[in-house]
């Protein structure tokens, strides 16, 4: 089993925040977590609960495995 890259999974969501057009202290309310809470998650110096990934993935319209995996998923499989 892999681990898990938290900087990686960090980077991917803030990449879709920012796709997305939201700040990071309006995703932050929506998801019920503070600001530095989220910017923290974001630089992967903390791991995020199910509960914060299922969030993330209802208001970034996409699915965990894409969160935790990124971008790469979507090439990888168009290969």
Do not use: F
Not at 44 to 73: K, N, Y
Request: hydrophobic residues 35%; contains cysteine; proline residues 1%.
């Amino acid at each position: 089993m892999e681990r898990i890259d938290y900087k990686k999974l960090g980077m991917e969501i803030k990449i879709r925040r920012l796709r997305a057009d939201i700040s990071q202290s309006k995703l932050a309310k929506q998801i019920g977590v503070s600001q530095s809470h989220l910017c923290n998650v974001e630089n992967g110096r903390l791991s995020p609960s199910l509960r914060l990934l299922l969030s993330l993935r209802r208001l970034l319209g996409c699915t965990i495995d894409e969160l935790l995996i990124g971008a790469d998923t979507e090439s990888k499989g168009k290969e």
